[in-house]
Structure formats: structure tokens, C-alpha cells
């Protein structure tokens, strides 16, 4: 069967595929074609969160997401961490709270402020930075110390 | 579980067209998907062939001649991130809050919501509450239908064969609240929701319940006892006792029938609390 191409931004990185199946999910492509473990897979139902990624700086869950469907879009990984500065601030904040424990949810955590921080502006008030947490679980439940990261990513402005 | 092939119509003729062509049986409508593919992945639907409409002009909000007429394909969250609709339409943004997640509602749409018609939907009793009406393109032209009549039951809609959802209209904003208890704030089902409005020029009140079967229902008999303004303390507990009997609760593994009797009264009174914090309410 011939496919169209897909051609997608992944982390400022221009990506054209010919191999993406209709209906391929974009947590599959990224792990399995462009070899970007970094976004998880947790529940795969969209209860979890740990798949987040943001899609023209929004978060979406790329396990109820369909590659196609975000055709010519950009997407932002956890990987983006060295060249995009709002996803550089949430992993320091994390990093400098010790905000993980296994680390499995992290990237979904991350993915979910960084997305919080270009919708609500750099100036995001605590309860916005927590209503973007709202979808994603932690297994461990290192709640505590997710919170503190969400505290430093506000005291320590942009 | 076999593929799907995906066809995505760039124009609302071609997109009728593609529907009324293909077998109702072997074809599903996407709009976010966020509830769809959850079908496909959990084996309760099997199509061949996904329609998506990401490619129709329906992103859109609109307040021509002061009637707020939402898009069917406009993500939930552009619709909760509007000031003007949060003002004047208080309880819609507090029911879009109310569904999945931030990452979900940038992706889920109050179309898809509504053709999906969940009995614990978070929008519909909201879209009751407000006298909502649903308007319909397909093969044999436009037609516009009230919510009550277009929900009618659990993932069954009144759509004909190829008909789309062109986009849902609010005739007047009311003042209003929507009000729920589940287990989870986000991603979760809740276990009973009131939803409340009144509506200012006929100065009567709706009340609209989810959590209950087969669909949420408009409860009238309980709305004729809050009166035509500011019901008083007596008027209220009335309501809430009557709310609390005609509801058609169930038991399932979320709630209990009777924890959902004893919720539904709850909810109810402080759902009208709020309305009358708010104001906009006559005496």
C-alpha cells in the first residue's frame, strides 16, 4: 500500500515519513520511527498523562493522537530540553526539587508546565501551573516534591 | 485489530458526500478523537474507514446577533479560554473544565462530545440547561434540533446517514452553574452533576442531571418549584427533595443509588447558592 508522506516539525527538526500506517498514534511514531523514548507510555488510555507532548505549543496526549491528524505541525518533545527554553526551565525546576522518584511520569510532567507556560504566559499563577498537572499521575506518588518544582518554576520567573 | 484508512474531506460537500457513500457500519467521524480512538483501542468499534474533520471550517465562535454559536470541531479548551463566554455563560466553562484534562480539552471538541453522548457527558446537561440546539448539516440540507431531542441515549444520537454536526447555538446567556463530585478532579467520570440555569425572559429556571440513565436528563417538575425568581429556603428544599426522587440513579461501580440520591440533593442546593451569589436573578 502507498502512503502519503508525513511531514511534521519534531523539535525544530523537519521530519518527513513515508511509513506512517492511517492509523498510527503519535506516541508510536515518535518512540518507534524517530527513536524518541523520552515520551512514555503509561496507561494509553489518556488517563496518565506520561505520553504528553505539545503539539504548536499545547499540550495533547500523543497516545489519542493521530500522526496524520497533526500533519505539518510542530511538535515539542521532552528531548527538546537544550534548545527550547520553556521546556529547559520546567526540567532545571524539577531537577534543582529532586521532583522524581522512578522518573517514568516525568517527561509527562515536564511536557504539561512547559505547555502551562506558553499558553498562560511565563507569569502562569499556581493554580493554572497545577490545573495543567491535573491529567498526569505519578505512580510513585512523589506529589510533594512535584509541587516544590511547580513552587521554583514560579519564584524563579523566566 | 485491521487498520484503518483515514480520509480527510477539505470541504463540508465532501465530507457529506464521503459519509453518505460509505457503509454507516464500517465508518467512524473523527473530530479530537480522544474518545474514538479509546473505542478503536478497546475493540468496541472496528471501522475501516476514519472521516476526519480537521479540514472543515468549524474551529470557529461566533456571537452574531448575540446568540454564541460554538463550532463543532473548536477544541474544548478555546471555548474555556474565551473571557466573553466565561462571563456570560458561566456554567458552559465550568462543565468544559470539567472534562478529561488540559491536553485532552486542546484536542476534544463540544461536536464530538455531543455525538458521543455519554450518560455521564459533562456537556450535555450543560447544553440542556441552556436550551441548546444542534445544527445539522447532511444530504438532504440543514436542519436544526433542541439538545433534549437530539441526545437520546447512551452513544445514540438523532443523525441521519451522512448528517454532520455543523455547530451547537446558545440562544441567551443565563445565569448559571454546573456543579459535580467524583473521585478524581480530572480525567474521571463524575458520580452525579447538576447543572442550572435560569432562563430571564420566560423567568423560569432548568435543571439538568448527569449521572443518571440512560442520558442526562432536564428534570421540569423540579425547576417549576424554584419559581420565576429567587427561590426561598423552603422552595429550595423542596426542589432538592424532588431532585433527589425522580432522579433515575443506578448503582454501578462509581456510586451507589442512594449516595447518588443523597448527592444530587447536595448539589443542587449549592448550585443555586451560586446562581444567587452571581446575581442576575429577580426576586
Given at each position: 500500500m502507498t502512503r502519503a508522506i508525513v511531514r511534521l516539525t519534531v523539535n525544530e527538526h523537519a521530519v518527513e515519513r513515508s511509513d506512517v500506517p492511517d492509523d498510527e498514534r503519535l506516541l508510536d511514531t515518535l518512540r518507534?520511527?524517530?527513536?524518541?523514548?523520552?515520551?512514555?507510555?503509561?496507561?494509553?488510555?489518556g488517563d496518565c498523562g506520561a505520553c504528553t507532548v505539545l503539539?504548536?505549543?499545547?499540550?495533547?496526549?500523543?497516545?489519542?493522537?493521530?500522526?496524520?491528524?497533526?500533519?505539518?505541525?510542530?511538535?515539542?518533545?521532552?528531548?527538546?530540553?537544550?534548545?527550547?527554553?520553556?521546556?529547559?526551565r520546567v526540567r532545571a525546576a524539577f531537577e534543582a526539587a529532586g521532583a522524581l522518584q522512578c522518573g517514568y511520569c516525568t517527561p509527562g510532567f515536564?511536557?504539561?508546565?512547559?505547555?502551562?507556560?506558553?499558553?498562560?504566559?511565563a507569569s502562569?499563577?499556581?493554580?493554572?501551573?497545577?490545573?495543567?498537572?491535573?491529567?498526569?499521575?505519578?505512580?510513585?506518588t512523589g506529589y510533594g516534591a512535584i509541587l516544590r518544582a511547580v513552587d521554583r518554576l514560579r519564584v524563579e520567573g523566566p | 485489530m485491521a487498520p484503518f484508512e483515514l480520509v480527510v474531506p477539505s470541504s463540508v460537500e465532501e465530507a457529506v458526500a464521503a459519509l453518505r457513500a460509505a457503509d454507516p457500519a464500517e465508518t467512524a467521524v473523527l473530530a479530537g478523537g480522544t474518545d474514538l480512538l479509546l473505542d478503536v483501542d478497546e475493540h468496541?468499534?472496528?471501522?475501516?474507514?476514519?472521516?476526519?474533520?480537521?479540514?472543515?471550517?468549524?474551529?470557529?465562535?461566533?456571537?452574531?446577533?448575540?446568540?454564541?454559536?460554538?463550532?463543532?470541531?473548536?477544541?474544548?479548551r478555546s471555548l474555556e479560554m474565551?473571557?466573553?463566554?466565561?462571563?456570560?455563560?458561566?456554567?458552559?466553562?465550568?462543565?468544559?473544565?470539567?472534562?478529561?484534562?488540559?491536553?485532552?480539552?486542546?484536542?476534544?471538541?463540544?461536536?464530538?462530545?455531543?455525538?458521543?453522548?455519554?450518560?455521564?457527558s459533562d456537556l450535555v446537561p450543560v447544553l440542556l440547561a441552556y436550551d441548546a440546539v444542534v445544527d445539522l448539516v447532511g444530504p438532504r440540507g440543514?436542519?436544526?434540533?433542541?439538545?433534549?431531542?437530539?441526545?437520546?441515549?447512551?452513544?445514540?444520537?438523532?443523525?441521519?446517514?451522512?448528517?454532520?454536526?455543523?455547530?451547537?447555538?446558545?440562544?441567551?446567556?443565563?445565569?448559571?452553574?454546573?456543579?459535580w463530585q467524583r473521585v478524581r478532579p480530572a480525567n474521571d467520570i463524575s458520580q452525579v452533576a447538576v447543572a442550572l440555569a435560569f432562563a430571564p425572559h420566560e423567568r423560569s429556571w432548568r435543571v439538568?442531571?448527569?449521572?443518571?440513565?440512560?442520558?442526562?436528563?432536564?428534570?421540569?417538575?423540579?425547576?417549576?418549584?424554584?419559581?420565576?425568581?429567587?427561590?426561598?429556603?423552603?422552595?429550595?428544599?423542596?426542589?432538592?427533595?424532588?431532585?433527589?426522587?425522580?432522579?433515575?440513579?443506578?448503582t454501578d461501580r462509581r456510586a451507589s443509588e442512594e449516595y447518588r440520591r443523597r448527592l444530587v440533593a447536595t448539589l443542587l442546593r449549592r448550585a443555586i447558592g451560586s446562581v444567587l451569589r452571581a446575581g442576575g436573578v429577580p426576586p
Open positions: 518507534w520511527r524517530l527513536a524518541l523514548k523520552g515520551t512514555k507510555e503509561g496507561c494509553r488510555t503539539v504548536d505549543g499545547q499540550s495533547a496526549l500523543s497516545c489519542l493522537t493521530l500522526t496524520r491528524e497533526v500533519e505539518g505541525r510542530s511538535i515539542t518533545t521532552i528531548e527538546a530540553g537544550p534548545t527550547d527554553a520553556r521546556v529547559a515536564v511536557m504539561s508546565l512547559a505547555g502551562a507556560l506558553t499558553e498562560q504566559g502562569a499563577s499556581r493554580a493554572e501551573l497545577l490545573e495543567a498537572l491535573g491529567g498526569n499521575l505519578c505512580r510513585c | 468496541r468499534i472496528d471501522p475501516r474507514r476514519v472521516v476526519s474533520l480537521r479540514r472543515l471550517p468549524w474551529r470557529t465562535l461566533d456571537w452574531t446577533g448575540g446568540v454564541l454559536t460554538v463550532g463543532s470541531t473548536l477544541p474544548l474565551d473571557p466573553e463566554v466565561a462571563r456570560r455563560y458561566p456554567a458552559l466553562v465550568q462543565a468544559v473544565g470539567a472534562v478529561g484534562s488540559v491536553a485532552l480539552r486542546h484536542r476534544a471538541t463540544l461536536g464530538g462530545n455531543l455525538v458521543r453522548s455519554a450518560p455521564a440543514d436542519r436544526s434540533v433542541p439538545v433534549d431531542r437530539f441526545i437520546q441515549a447512551s452513544r445514540k444520537v438523532d443523525l441521519e446517514r451522512g448528517e454532520l454536526v455543523r455547530s451547537i447555538r446558545l440562544p441567551e446567556p443565563r445565569p448559571s452553574a454546573y456543579l439538568a442531571v448527569a449521572g443518571v440513565a440512560p442520558r442526562p436528563t432536564l428534570l421540569a417538575d423540579v425547576a417549576e418549584h424554584l419559581g420565576r425568581g429567587r427561590p426561598d429556603e423552603a422552595a429550595v428544599a423542596r426542589a432538592a427533595r424532588l431532585a433527589s426522587e425522580r432522579s433515575k440513579f443506578q
